[in-house]
């Protein structure tokens, strides 16, 4: 790109993320107006519930999201959509098995539940494993945004990457330390907006280029060898069809049902029906929306085919590679306009529901508001060092590594609630945060030696015999009760 171009695409990004904070700000300064540590942590139970569901699918959504789903077309077509069918099994368990346990005991923290049910140990248990799974998948999807301000603006400046880092969770920390949660139901809403703003303009900008209407632009996407969804004739291609429904669902399940971060906005709903709405509606969401992201990824290619242009190795690198050639102004705000609204939604409420799992699980003080504070800006420096970590060993594909990181770090928790929900038997308290730190090292082991003898890798399955390895051995923990 010549330097005058790249100067002013160097504004671009700086106004538009500039402009963008201005608005976060000013919409958390009015939402945390006489804001207390309930506020913070419940929303004091008031948010009304289409603008929490509107919120959420943008809160759901990663700036890995916008990168990585319409490059995935590269490599397995749209079969990402069978995926996206399971997630709305998965949302139909979440609303009508857990959200009536959690407003029936109504909990601030899903983790006491755990308490309550099996022991204080295990309620520990469930909100560590919680603590650093929701820290390392959200420190994987904020690092998109971190790298692509860095390639865009930062570099050019000479400002090191971790000044980057450092500069853009502080800015989160400015509009999210007052007001919590209840901030974070408005300014999700601004984010879904600018976010869905910013795909549709730039699928319409990628018809534009192709010379494509709607109708036709939607004919050649069908018609496309890339658009396959269904894989029904292999059974051990972790993109069966079977494997991936199934998947859907208990992903869902650990990473919303069982996630503090999505069930904390849920429990600022006024009643569990108007909870269960929200989380209907969002949930069916997810499949035209990650169709549009995918569709995307079609456009693309055939732009680039047209063009004579070889297509990247790396699907990750699709997108940014058109607003590289699109040359455009436009084009560059909306996809920095995009991926900070993705990946601000997310980081924002990780570090909120972080902040309060600490305060609440952790430390039992949800009153202590000194606390909070202090705890809230030192999840802040940790997510600046797990960003930092993940820049260091920088994976080929990152929504990959953000589902094998929930398979082993979630799949402890998704055994811990199912032996709580659907049985009656005790467990052996003490014994519980070892039996949830051997079933993922097992899993691993397993893993290694199945590739190793078979040349077959667990793909999302994983998560699956990671819970039930965890459950079994919750079973015959019994057994030590006597030792107790």
């Not at 009508?96 to 309620?123: C, E, H, K, M, W």
Request: aromatic content about 14%; glycine content about 8%; proline content about 3%.
């Amino acid at each position: 790109m010549p330097v005058e171009n790249r100067n002013f695409a160097r504004v671009i990004v700086i106004l538009t993320i500039f402009l963008y904070f201005i608005c976060l700000l000013a919409i958390s300064r009015w939402a945390a107006n006489g804001a207390t540590n309930m506020t913070f942590f419940r929303g004091d139970r008031r948010s009304p519930w289409p603008m929490v569901a509107f919120g959420m699918v943008g809160a759901s959504i990663s700036g890995v999201t916008f990168v990585s789903v319409p490059g995935m077309v590269l490599s397995s077509g749209m079969t990402y959509l069978q995926l996206c069918l399971g997630f709305i099994l998965g949302y139909l368990l979440v609303a009508f098995v857990l959200l009536p346990v959690y407003y029936r005991l109504n909990l601030t923290s899903i983790y006491a539940f755990l308490g309550d049910r099996l022991g204080q140990r295990s309620y520990l248990t469930g909100a560590s494993f919680f603590l650093l799974s929701k820290m390392m998948g959200t420190a994987v999807k904020f690092y998109v945004a971190c790298a692509i301000v860095q390639q865009l603006v930062m570099d050019d400046l000479g400002i090191p990457f971790v000044a980057t880092v450092i500069g853009m969770v502080t800015l989160i920390w400015l509009y999210t330390h007052r007001g919590g949660v209840r901030t974070l139901v408005f300014t999700d809403s601004l984010q879904t907006l600018c976010l869905f703003s910013a795909l549709l303009i730039i699928i319409y900008i990628v018809m534009q280029q192709l010379g494509f209407s709607l109708g036709e632009a939607f004919q050649t996407i069908v018609n496309d060898e890339r658009s396959r969804v269904f894989v029904m004739d292999d059974w051990l291609s972790p993109r069966n069809f079977w494997k991936q429904l199934l998947s859907g669902a208990f992903i869902v399940v650990v990473m919303t049902g069982l996630d503090q971060d999505m069930m904390q906005k849920n429990l600022t709903c006024r009643t569990l029906r108007e909870a269960q709405k929200n989380m209907c509606s969002y949930g069916v969401a997810f499949v035209p929306v990650n169709f549009l992201f995918l569709a995307l990824g079609v456009l693309l290619a055939l732009f680039f085919e047209r063009q004579g242009v070889a297509l990247p190795s790396r699907g990750d690198e699709l997108l940014p590679m058109f607003v590289a050639a699109a040359d455009s102004g436009l084009v560059m705000v909306l996809f920095t306009l995009g991926i900070v609204a993705a990946s601000f939604s997310s980081a924002d409420s990780a570090l909120t529901a972080l902040t309060t799992s600490y305060c609440v699980d952790i430390r039992h003080r949800p009153d202590d508001e000194r606390l909070r504070q202090r705890v809230h800006l030192a999840m802040c420096a940790c997510f600046v060092a797990c960003i930092l970590a993940v820049w260091c060993i920088n994976s080929s594909s990152l929504i990959d590594a953000i589902y094998t990181i929930v398979s082993y770090t979630y799949g402890p928790l998704l055994g811990l609630f199912a032996y709580s929900l659907f049985t009656h038997r005790a467990v052996a308290d003490r014994v519980v945060p070892y039996v949830c730190v051997a079933s993922p090292f097992f899993c691993f082991g397993l893993d290694a030696l199945l590739s190793h003898a078979f040349g077959y890798h667990l793909g999302y399955e994983l998560l699956l015999l990671n819970g039930m390895l965890t459950f079994l051995g919750l079973f015959f923990s019994k057994h030590f009760v006597m030792w107790k």
